[in-house]
C-alpha cells in the first residue's frame, strides 16, 4: 500500500510517499523562508499563493523520486488542520482532486498528532503511550498520547508560540528570520546567567499551560536599557549574544519542566517530542539529560521531521487501517481542536 500525503499549513510545500511498512519512498519540501524573511515572519497571503504555485510541482517531483505514477498510489492524505486556512486550502483542494481522479481514499491528517507520530516513523518502535510535546512556530502543545490515534490535549499556549517567541526575539535583535537557527546561533557565544528572564506556569504543577509573550517584553525591555531606540546596531555583539543565550535557556526551562510535570502528573514513562522547535540544540540535549536524571525515555524527532514535511503524514497510514476515511465534502478546521 502506498499513500501519497500533503503538507501546507504553514509555509512549506510538501509531499510524501508511505508504504504501509511506514517506508518513506520519498520527501520533497519546498520552503518558503526567502519569500518571508524581509517580514521577519510568515504571511499568509504570501505563503497560500506560493502554496498554489509549487503544489503540483512537489507533487511531480515526490512520484518521481518515488519511481511511481499517480495510478499506483492506493490513498491520498492531506493535513486539513490546524494551520493558516489559506495555505490549509491548497493543500486541501489538491488532495481532493487526486482522490476523485484516482478513485482511492481520502485521508484526512491534523497536523500536531503527525508531529508527534513523526517519533514512531524515526525509531521504528512503539512509542505510545506517552507524554507529546509540540513546539513549533505555531503552536506549543502537551498532549496524553494513548496510542497512535488517542491524543488528548493537556494544555498549551496562552499567547505566543516558542517558535513564535524565537521569531519576534530575532527580529528585536537583529538576528534574521527564520529566529530559531538564528538565535540559537547567536547564543553560542552568550551567557545563559547574564540575563533572568521569567519562566511562566512553571511553579504551578497543575497548569499545563505555556505563556512566551512576557518572556519576549523581557527581551524587548533589557533591549531598550542597552539601546534606547531599540536599535540592535548600537548593542555590542556580546550584549546580543548574551541575550540570545539568557531566552534561549528561559524557553528550554519552561518546555523541559512542564515535559516532566506532565510524565509525573499522568505516569508516563515515555516522551515524544516534535515541531521545529524541537531541532534546538539546547533544547535536546536538556531533555535527555531530564529523561537519564527522572528514568523516562525520550524521543525527539530527527531534524528532518521536525520542521514541518509530509513524511509525518504516516500517520495517515494508522487512520486507513483503522477504517477512517473522508468524504470529498472534507473541510479546514484552522483553529486548534481538542
Known amino acids: 500500500m502506498k499513500i501519497l500525503a500533503l503538507e501546507t499549513t504553514c509555509d512549506e510545500t510538501a509531499a510524501a510517499v508511505i508504504t504501509d511498512r511506514l517506508e518513506v519512498l520519498a520527501s520533497t519540501v519546498a520552503s518558503q523562508d526567502a519569500l518571508h524573511e524581509r517580514f521577519r515572519g510568515v504571511v499568509p497571503e504570501i505563503a497560500s499563493r506560493a502554496h498554489v504555485e509549487r ?124 529566529g530559531g537557527p538564528a538565535v540559537e546561533r547567536a547564543a553560542r557565544g552568550g551567557d545563559r546567567r547574564a540575563y533572568r528572564f521569567p519562566r511562566s506556569f512553571t511553579d504551578d504543577a497543575s497548569r499545563l499551560e505555556f505563556s512566551f509573550s512576557g518572556l519576549k517584553t523581557a527581551v524587548r525591555h533589557q533591549l531598550a536599557a542597552a539601546s534606547p531606540g531599540f536599535d540592535p546596531a548600537k548593542v555590542s555583539r556580546q550584549q546580543v549574544a548574551d541575550l540570545a543565550a539568557s531566552f534561549q535557556q528561559a524557553v528550554v526551562d519552561v518546555l523541559v519542566t512542564k515535559c516532566t510535570q506532565a ?65 470529498l465534502d472534507l473541510d479546514i478546521q484552522p483553529g486548534l481542536m481538542r
Open 55 to 178: 503544489i503540483l510541482p512537489v507533487i511531480d517531483e515526490t512520484l518521481r523520486q518515488a519511481k511511481l505514477a499517480a495510478a499506483d498510489l492506493d490513498a491520498v492524505a492531506v493535513a486539513n488542520r490546524p494551520g493558516l486556512a489559506g495555505s490549509l486550502l491548497v493543500g486541501l483542494a489538491a488532495a481532493k482532486a487526486l482522490a476523485l481522479a484516482l478513485d482511492v481514499p481520502l485521508v484526512a491528517v491534523h497536523h500536531l498528532h503527525a508531529h508527534l507520530y513523526a517519533c514512531r516513523l524515526a525509531y521504528g518502535e512503539a512509542v505510545f503511550p506517552a507524554v507529546g510535546l509540540v513546539a513549533s512556530g505555531g503552536h506549543t502543545s502537551l498532549f496524553h498520547c494513548l496510542g497512535p490515534l488517542e491524543f488528548a490535549l493537556l494544555g498549551g499556549t496562552i499567547d505566543d508560540a516558542a517558535g513564535e517567541a524565537f521569531d519576534k526575539v530575532a527580529s528585536l535583535l537583529g538576528l534574521g528570520y527564520p
Open 263 to 327: 510524565l509525573e502528573q499522568f505516569g508516563g514513562h515515555n516522551l515524544c517530542v516534535g515541531g521545529g522547535v524541537a531541532a534546538n540544540a539546547l533544547l535536546r540535549s536538556e531533555l535527555e539529560a531530564a529523561a537519564r536524571q527522572t528514568g523516562f525515555r525520550v524521543f525527539i524527532a530527527p531534524h528532518e521531521l521536525c520542521t514541518d514535511n509530509a513524511a509525518m503524514g504516516a500517520i495517515a497510514i494508522e487512520r486507513l487501517k483503522a477504517g477512517l476515511v473522508e468524504e
